[in-house]
Structure formats: structure tokens, C-alpha cells
């Protein structure tokens, strides 16, 4: 395990994630991830550290309300939000991680627009 470090396109929220080198996302297909660009690393919520921009975070959220999707009231990029599936956690979106410490980057396709099929009872476990 490393420590990576990312943030929004202007730099206004910063955050630190304890992940491997080697990372392996999720790409989801729902209407929001798919929109938005966005691949999934799926970190405990002690493995994540928002270093800055809290004060500038706005949330977002819809149908159940679980989800806290966090974006950056300068620029609107979302670079992590709490998901549904883990709601004890983070997602950050591995486009917002510095480029430099990363090894290889493995994106799996998830079926988010079939949610409740890939997670029947209600959560995911964390994979890395």
C-alpha cells in the first residue's frame, strides 16, 4: 500500500487514499458514472484523507439519498463521494489521482444500472 494524492481540476479540494500501486476500478454504467467519466476505487473510510476544500464540497444526491456524490463548487469536478455500496467509505474517482504514483491501472466494467442485482444485500466489500 501507498499513499496517493489528487484533487479536483482547480485544485481547490485535495485528498490523500491509502491504495496499492497497481490499481484496480470499476467502471459503472449507470447514468451518473457514465456521464461523468468516472472509475471507481472503492477505499474504507480510513483510507481516505481530505486534506483540502471541505468548504467548497457541495453534495448531491438522488433516488435512495445514500449516496453523497461530493463535487467541488469551483470547477464541479467530483473527485470522491460516498457510494451507496459502501457507505462507510469512500469512492474516489482514479482521474483525480496524481498520475505519477500510479503503476498500472485494471478497469473492470460494473453493471450499476442493474444495482440491486449486483448488490442484493445492499452493500459491496471492499476489494483492494
Not at 1 to 28: N, W, Y
Amino acid at each position: 500500500m501507498i499513499r496517493h494524492s489528487g484533487g479536483c481540476h482547480c485544485g481547490q479540494v485535495r485528498f490523500e487514499v491509502t491504495a496499492p500501486k497497481d490499481l484496480s476500478v470499476s467502471e459503472c454504467n449507470c447514468s451518473i458514472c457514465s456521464k461523468a467519466g468516472y472509475l471507481h476505487l472503492v477505499v474504507p473510510a480510513d483510507r481516505f484523507k481530505l486534506l483540502s476544500g471541505r468548504d467548497v464540497l457541495k453534495t448531491y444526491s438522488f433516488n435512495t439519498h445514500t449516496a453523497k456524490h461530493l463535487f467541488c463548487s469551483v470547477c464541479g469536478i467530483k473527485s470522491f463521494y460516498v457510494p451507496r455500496s459502501h457507505p462507510d467509505g469512500f469512492s474516489v474517482n482514479a482521474r483525480c489521482i496524481d498520475s505519477e504514483t500510479i503503476g498500472e491501472l485494471t478497469v473492470t466494467p460494473f453493471d450499476g444500472r442493474e444495482w440491486e442485482a449486483q448488490y442484493p444485500k445492499g452493500r459491496g466489500e471492499y476489494r483492494q
